[in-house]
């Protein structure tokens, strides 16, 4: 059954960058043929789609995050990561790491998920 | 981007009630729109794809109807564990979308 865990620090410090990765268990990323996304939610708010990425490398971001945003694949480790530059109060946020239902398609419901890691920016 | 709007932003009902969510988009999207159900402190759960096809596992007392810009997420009759946030999403094109949900609370 596959799984999707988010690690990386719980806190950032303003003007820094975030630093999340995703670990993805019972399948591999390189043969799966999925997009593996990143999507936050801050608090009390609704989510927000950050962007998604290939097991190639091939990546798609949202327009509104572009600039700062900057998401790999490591297919040894079985992992994706998310970086967020220059961060602010503003990126405060729970992110979660998912998966959408259909191989291949950048576009689409995502249906497995992981538990999401509460971010805070504050110095 | 394709805005999404829900309506109502929260409602209060009673176990039995049949309730009603609607998502609105800025654009026509034929049928590419998914509903999620968020408890608190969880990820969102996938409930329905594509409009109207019910996730596996998901009872049947949910269903999605709608087409174009106008959809529908419905409880035929809210159990107690259906409390919980629901929000749209659109899968027409990225950057993907969500609505900014909508709060089922207990009257």
């Known amino acids: 059954q596959l799984q999707l865990r988010e690690s990386g620090p719980g806190l950032v410090k303003p003007s820094e960058t975030l630093s999340l990765t995703c670990t993805v268990s019972?399948?591999?990323?390189?043969?799966?043929?999925?997009?593996w996304g990143w999507i936050r939610q801050p608090p009390g708010k609704g989510l927000e789609w950050i962007g998604s990425?290939?097991?190639?490398?091939?990546?798609y971001y949202n327009p509104s995050l572009k600039s700062r945003v900057t998401i790999s694949v490591d297919t040894s480790k079985n992992q994706f990561s998310l970086k967020l530059s220059s961060v602010t109060a503003t990126d405060t946020a729970v992110y979660y790491c998912?998966?959408?239902?259909?191989?291949?398609?950048?576009?689409?419901?995502?249906?497995?998920w992981g538990q999401g890691t509460r971010v805070t920016v504050s110095s | 981007d394709i805005q999404m709007t829900q309506s109502p932003s929260s409602l209060s009902a009673s176990v039995g009630d049949r309730v009603t969510i609607t998502c609105r988009t800025s654009?026509?999207?034929?049928?590419?729109l998914n509903w999620y159900q968020q408890k608190p402190g969880k990820a969102p759960k996938l409930l329905i794809y594509a409009t109207s096809n019910l996730q596996t596992g998901v009872p049947s007392r949910f269903s999605g109807s709608g087409s174009g810009t106008d959809f529908t997420l419905t409880i035929s009759s809210l159990q107690p564990e259906d409390f919980a946030t629901y929000y749209c999403q659109q899968s027409y094109s990225t950057p993907l979308t969500f609505g900014g949900g909508a709060k089922v609370e207990i009257k």
């Open positions: 019972g399948g591999s990323i390189s043969s799966s043929n999925y997009y």
């Open positions: 654009q026509r999207i034929t049928t590419f």
């Open positions: 990425i290939y097991h190639s490398g091939s990546t």
């Open positions: 998912a998966r959408p239902q259909v191989r291949g398609a950048i576009s689409d419901a995502f249906d497995i």
